[in-house]
């Protein structure tokens, strides 16, 4: 006992004595807003004794913006896949090389390699989730099962939708809507966007990104949203329930990075390996809302979870799935224009 | 007598030279602070945005022009900006209602309280400035639960009968309107205390020997008297009011936008910071004039009185 406990103050010192990267014992975490599973982050604390602090982003265009600035502060960054090569190709990220950790065995088979960043060099699954409509029963009982109900709304649901305000996931519902390929540059095609966009437009309440709470509590009887949220707002209102479109629906995951300008790097590190252990990825799928892309975690998730209409995708929309990734710059340009066109 | 005078031209070169010294902290400060700033978005203004937001070095005047026309996606016509036109007035039009309303509930709030005994009035003054101490954020979130469809105002009209369907109140130009009100209450109510405060009630009360209405007493005493501080605080409520980011955010659901959520977009998703600081230097010029035209106005109007 007693030499046990020397020890660990030996190693402590130890520790302490090689400096810098493990200074305060800190980690500064960057994520969307209510998407870090508190009681996760407090397993880790514990078990390695680091302070650790969430900020919270709510678009991936604010994230990018301040992490281009330099000088965040912050060490683990989390990145949806679209912005992941922009992220790499900006050089924010550190080169972390995820494989060689130990709990990267974990990562599920089909997640291990990806195209946003091949190899898997920089990343390692935080979530994955599909974008789709989320509608509340009470308000409307018939066939949701379509983009039509955010594009072109039923009489029951126009002047109660939502809309959340992210660039790509909404470009891409629409152009599904209209029948035209992902990341299209076809200026017919995008001009039907466009004015899809613009007249569904008068039929929406908001674009706002606090779903989850607002379709629970009715000011919103219907919302473009993803997965995990609309499963959130059902474990709070029954009546609601996700949507897979038929024209098509958007796949996407959220990837844990390291920034390259990170303090806390072993801790950072540390964090990296841990979110992949099956059971540490279930505390935070059981608080999102999403899978996560780590092989046996489902054994440890929450039983209302598990065969979840919101994360078990039904056989008949199996292939509709469109796994998202970064357009060229010039259909970035045209999205972004229509998107502003849109907000204004 | 030439020492005499080196002496004295020495002793001024000092004193100059002090003066300077001592005023250095303001000056730096309202440089580094105020002015230094300015210069950097209008130099900005005329940049070209960078492929994820930032700008590249190099001059184009392609923000301003941005301002003002749109250039088609399509099919690269050039028109009119009549959404930065809209916008514009929308935020203009609210924030005058703002103003409006914050005097029309702040003005008896200050008359009451300034017509209380004196060291009552310490108490209701401390009562309005309360909620400053409470954020911003907090106080338009509380108003959001009031108003919502299942909120408290919603839920005790059904309670009691007077309506069947919720009132659709948020996530619209009235939300806003009450989220703004509200905040902004205060900023009226204090200066038109402190010039009531110091209004001779003796006045007042010579105004009823003559045999003069309430209304009149109002409208030739009181208020003449009060107007310092009726321009003061409608000046502190409409130059927030215009620039209001929170409010429309929260409680205006981010369909509608007022200028200060335009000029975020472009900082954001839109990533073209040029014509968000071409959009804030715009909107800044335009309530300056329209302050000077205002003060001038006022002032030789005063000339003639006088």
Known sequence: MIRANRMTLLLAALIASTGIAHAEGELNIYNWGNYTSPEMVKKFEQAFDVKVTVTDYDSSDTALAKARQGGSGYDVVVVNQVYVPIWVKEGLLMELDPGQMENFKNVAPEWVNADFDPGRKYTVPWAVGTTGVVVNGDAYKGDADSWSIVFNPPEELKGKVNVVPELNDVMAAAIQYVGGEQCTADKAVLKKVRDVLVNAKADWIAMEYNTIEKMAAGDFKATLAWNGAGFRARMKNPAISFHYPREGYGVWSDNAAVLKDAKNVDNAKLFINFVMDPENAAMNSAFHGYANGIAGSEKFMPDTMKNAPEIVIPAERREGGQLQRLCSPEAQDLYKRIWTDLRK | ?306
Request: glycine share 6%; no cysteine; proline share 5%.
């Open chain 2, 1 to 306: 007598m030439t020492s005499a005078n080196d002496l004295t031209t020495k002793l001024e070169a000092v004193d100059a030279r002090r003066r300077w010294l001592l005023a250095s902290p303001a000056l730096l400060t309202i440089f580094l602070a105020a002015i230094g700033p300015l210069f950097i978005v209008l130099a900005y203004s005329f940049l070209t945005p960078g492929d994820y937001g930032d700008v590249k070095w190099q001059f184009s005047p392609d923000a301003w022009i941005g301002v003002f026309f749109e250039r088609d996606i399509f099919d690269d016509t050039l028109s009119l900006a009549t959404a930065h036109v809209d916008i514009f007035w929308r935020s203009v039009k609210l924030a005058l209602i703002t103003t409006v309303a914050t005097l029309f509930f702040g003005f008896p709030t200050a008359y009451f309280m300034a017509t209380r005994n004196e060291r009552s009035r310490d108490l209701w003054q401390f009562l309005i400035t309360i909620p400053f101490w409470t954020n911003l954020l907090i106080r338009t979130l509380a108003i959001l639960q009031i108003i919502r469809n299942e909120g408290i105002l919603n839920t005790a009209l059904i309670k009691l009968g007077m309506i069947q369907e919720p009132i659709q109140i948020l996530f619209t130009d009235t939300a806003i309107l009450i989220g703004m009100v509200y905040v902004y209450l205060p900023l009226m109510v204090l200066p038109i205390y402190a010039s009531l405060e110091r209004l001779d009630f003796r006045l007042v009360e010579a105004g009823y020997d003559l045999y003069a209405t309430r209304w009149r007493v109002l409208r030739k005493i009181i208020l003449p008297l009060a107007k310092p501080g009726i321009i003061a605080g409608s000046i502190l409520v409409f130059i927030p009011a215009i620039g209001a980011f929170v409010s429309p955010s929260v409680l205006g659901g981010g369909k509608n936008m007022m200028f200060s959520n335009l000029i975020e977009l472009q900082f954001g998703q839109g990533r073209n910071w040029p014509l968000g600081s071409a959009l804030s230097i715009t909107v800044m010029i335009i309530v300056m004039a329209a302050l000077l035209v205002y003060v001038r106005n006022n002032s030789a109007k005063d000339e003639r009185h006088a």
